[in-house]
């Protein structure tokens, strides 16, 4: 069963960090480019990052995140990450990834699979 489960997020000061993960399972992860994306309610859902199949050498990052987040992957471990440094007010979201087969970046129907989400919050 094809399945991406995100984690790491939680509650972070001002100006903190975090990592997120995408672990991934259920089809062949190199075929696969995998793009990060966040919702605030009552929002639409934006892309954010997407990192390309194969090695991972080209990136994909809004310009409101660049020099802020961070995408990498682990091949062996069908993980891919995304750092975010220097957290900001519009940044707290629910943070998704997802698997598409055909370019990075992509339009979101293009993405096959979604997992459920993982929460970024910023204390007060």
């Known amino acids: 069963q094809v399945q991406l489960v995100e984690t790491g997020g939680g509650e972070v000061q001002p100006g903190g960090s975090l990592r997120l993960s995408c672990a991934t399972a259920?089809?062949?992860?190199?075929?696969?480019?995998i793009g990060w994306f966040r919702q605030v309610p009552g929002q639409e859902r934006e892309p954010v990052s997407c990192?390309?199949?194969?090695?991972?050498?080209?990136?994909y990052y809004r310009d409101s995140v660049k020099g802020r987040f961070t995408i990498s992957k682990d091949n062996t471990k069908r993980t891919v990450y995304l750092l975010i440094d220097n957290v900001k007010p519009e940044d707290p979201a629910i943070y998704y990834c997802?698997?598409?087969?055909?370019?990075?970046?992509?339009?979101?129907?293009?993405?096959?699979?979604w997992g459920q989400g993982t929460q970024v919050t910023v204390s007060s």
């Open positions: 997802a698997m598409a087969r055909t370019r990075c970046p992509a339009p979101q129907y293009e993405y096959d699979t």
């Open positions: 259920g089809f062949t992860f190199r075929l696969y480019y």
């Open positions: 990192i390309t199949n194969s090695d991972g050498s080209t990136y």
